[in-house]
């Protein structure tokens, strides 16, 4: 399956996942399908080239 990673266009806008979550606002991987092809074509996500960094854990003090 094709995989792309996405993220919203606008940092104010919220984009549904089929299953009825949000879309990161960082970008995530998808499966491209005939939803995230009608979200690419109307404009409510873009394609990014790389995924996000994820967030180091906080070092414990001791």
Same mark, same amino acid.
């Given at each position: 399956?094709n995989?792309?990673?996405?993220k919203?266009?606008a940092?104010?806008?919220k984009v549904?996942?089929?299953? /009825?979550?949000h879309?990161?606002?960082? /970008?995530e991987?998808v499966t491209?399908n005939?939803y995230?092809r ?20 906080k070092?414990q003090?001791?």
């Amino acid at each position: 399956m094709n995989q792309v990673i996405l993220k919203p266009a606008a940092a104010d806008v919220k984009v549904r996942k089929p299953d /009825g979550s949000h879309l990161n606002e960082a /970008g995530e991987a998808v499966t491209i399908n005939s939803y995230w092809r009608r979200r690419l074509y109307d404009g409510s996500v873009v394609e990014t080239q790389s995924e996000p960094a994820k967030k180091a854990a906080k070092p414990q003090e001791q």
